[in-house]
């Protein structure tokens, strides 16, 4: 059996990423011919058309789009197995592509990531932040290494490890009479007064869940795309939210009247990290998970 080079698989994600023989070549520090040959040869080893080629553009086709996944994961494991060899007795080196929420990488990794560097300096970390979908479906793309995320969530194919509980608090602006926080109650809620983000962030389903909202006409219909939209909206006195408690003293709230108040029934999201399963960086994973449970204690 014939089996493609690492060089032919590096080219035709490449191909896949840039969508043009030319960009793609440059970027591959390769002529465009020698490119194009490459790929010509990638399509003959594996017996199938990856590329439908016009004047205008480069169309990857169905079965190049699947190939393209595979190819992602298969560079990824030999870029571990050399990073495993150059690494061994020295843990987290090398490149790591981390997928991380936008709930959670404004609060938890600025004060982290000085720590990490400081750590461990041959660390080559590279950040990627979008919702848990998004992130999920990078992961299993192989374009992204890890996951630092919110549980729980629907995944397939992945070994998840739980790092720590992030209690959510009632956060409403100073002196509001929409809500007494010394004496919260959901049952006095008026309707149409608690404010969440919009479907997609996984931050509003574990509001839901943990903080047991099920009465939904107390939810306002107009949702914030951003946890930024949704505190200035609570600092408007438009509504009340609940956040994680590892927003307290953020950036995020501060030149604000917004205030926060842990909930008396310990409601909470469970933050963890997400790895392809049968990955070879498993004991790396884990090494950076005690970092950063270490970060919260």
Same mark, same amino acid.
């Given at each position: 059996?014939?089996?493609?080079?690492?060089?032919?698989?590096?080219?035709?994600?490449?191909?896949?990423?840039?969508?043009?023989?030319?960009?793609?070549?440059?970027?591959?520090?390769?002529?465009?011919? =020698?490119?194009?040959?490459?790929?010509?040869?990638?399509? &003959?080893?594996?017996?199938?058309?990856?590329? +439908? *080629?016009?004047?205008?553009?480069?169309?990857?086709?169905?079965?190049?789009?699947?190939?393209?996944?595979?190819?992602?994961?298969?560079?990824?494991?030999?870029?571990?197995?050399?990073?495993?060899?150059?690494?061994?007795?020295?843990?987290?080196?090398?490149?790591?592509?981390?997928?991380?929420?936008?709930?959670? =990488?404004?609060?938890?990794?600025?004060?982290?990531?000085?720590?990490?560097?400081?750590?461990?300096? +041959?660390?080559?970390?590279?950040?990627?932040?979008?919702?848990?979908? *998004?992130?999920?479906? *990078?992961?299993?793309?192989?374009?992204? +290494?890890?996951?630092?995320?919110?549980?729980?969530?629907?995944?397939?194919?992945?070994?998840?490890?739980?790092?720590?509980?992030?209690?959510?608090?009632?956060?409403? $602006?100073? &002196?509001?009479?929409?809500?007494?926080?010394?004496?919260?109650?959901?049952?006095?809620?008026?309707?149409?007064?608690?404010?969440?983000?919009?479907?997609?962030?996984?931050? $509003?389903?574990?509001?839901?869940?943990?903080?047991?909202? *099920?009465?939904?006409?107390?939810?306002?219909?107009? =949702?914030?795309?951003?946890?930024?939209?949704?505190?200035?909206?609570?600092?408007?006195?438009?509504?009340?939210?609940?956040?994680?408690?590892?927003?307290?003293?953020?950036?995020?709230?501060?030149?604000?009247?917004?205030?926060?108040?842990?909930?008396?029934?310990?409601?909470?999201?469970?933050?963890?990290?997400?790895? $392809?399963?049968?990955?070879?960086?498993?004991?790396?994973?884990?090494?950076?998970?005690?970092?950063?449970?270490?970060?919260?204690?």
């Amino acid at each position: 059996m014939r089996l493609p080079s690492t060089r032919q698989l590096q080219y035709f994600v490449a191909l896949v990423e840039k969508g043009h023989f030319g960009r793609a070549a440059d970027a591959s520090f390769v002529s465009q011919s =020698a490119f194009s040959n490459a790929i010509k040869e990638l399509e &003959g080893i594996l017996g199938t058309q990856l590329v +439908d *080629r016009t004047n205008r553009q480069v169309t990857i086709t169905a079965s190049g789009q699947q190939i393209a996944t595979q190819a992602r994961l298969a560079l990824r494991d030999i870029e571990a197995l050399v990073e495993l060899a150059a690494g061994e007795q020295r843990p987290l080196t090398g490149e790591l592509r981390l997928g991380v929420i936008p709930t959670i =990488a404004p609060f938890l990794l600025p004060a982290a990531l000085p720590k990490l560097r400081h750590q461990y300096p +041959d660390l080559k970390l590279y950040l990627t932040e979008d919702q848990t979908q *998004r992130i999920y479906e *990078r992961l299993m793309d192989g374009e992204l +290494d890890l996951l630092l995320l919110a549980l729980p969530w629907e995944m397939r194919g992945v070994d998840v490890q739980g790092l720590f509980n992030d209690r959510f608090c009632l956060a409403s $602006r100073k &002196g509001t009479s929409r809500v007494d926080p010394a004496n919260y109650s959901f049952s006095r809620l008026d309707m149409d007064s608690i404010l969440l983000l919009e479907d997609g962030h996984c931050l $509003r389903d574990h509001a839901l869940a943990a903080c047991k909202i *099920r009465n939904t006409q107390k939810v306002q219909r107009f =949702a914030a795309s951003s946890l930024l939209t949704l505190v200035e909206m609570v600092d408007a006195d438009l509504g009340i939210t609940f956040l994680p408690e590892m927003a307290a003293g953020s950036a995020l709230l501060r030149n604000t009247r917004v205030q926060m108040h842990l909930l008396k029934d310990r409601s909470h999201r469970k933050i963890g990290l997400a790895w $392809r399963r049968g990955s070879g960086r498993v004991e790396e994973f884990q090494l950076l998970g005690k970092f950063l449970r270490q970060q919260q204690s």
